[in-house]
């Protein structure tokens, strides 16, 4: 239930309600719905290594496939999206300090996680109809850094210390 609360919520970002209701979810859920989606996202690939006649486990029994497609791809696959979105949310405290907001960097990973949900769903389709290259993928970091700075314009911007008291 929270992974489908997740999914409605994330389609709706950069909206400021999707953006509250997003920040209630714990991050242990917001990781397992990217494994998830990263999953969704190898499906396309999974099938081209399942139906392909020759090349790298053309020739395994569908077990070993899953472990190969498993250690190969998918495992490859969700090291890298997890340190580009830790990328991201690092250069998004950047951003949000410079637009002197109060977001720190959990908030920013979690949210730029939630981001990647339109274009990752976009992918797989076009997937699965039409071969596409994964370097469209890049394409899709841009989207994740726009909506993140309309998500980080969303929280308040810090108050302005005063007078002599620093703590």
Known sequence: ??????????????????????????????????????????????????????????????????????????????????????????????????LHRKVRFALLWKMSAYTTTIPFIIYTVWAIVMPIDDNWLWLFLGYTFILLIKIITIYPKRKKRTGGDHH
């Open 1 to 98: 239930m929270i992974f489908l609360q997740a999914f409605s919520e994330s389609i709706k970002l950069p909206s400021k309600q999707a953006v509250f209701k997003l920040n209630r979810i714990g991050m242990d859920s917001t990781v397992v719905y990217m494994f998830i989606l990263l999953f969704l996202v190898s499906i396309p690939s999974l099938i081209d290594r399942a139906a392909a006649s020759n090349g790298p486990g053309a020739d395994m029994n569908l077990f070993f496939l899953l472990v190969y497609f498993f250690i190969f791809y998918y495992l490859p696959l969700t090291i890298f999206v997890f340190v580009v979105l830790s990328a991201v949310a690092y250069v998004g405290t950047w951003i949000s300090q410079l």
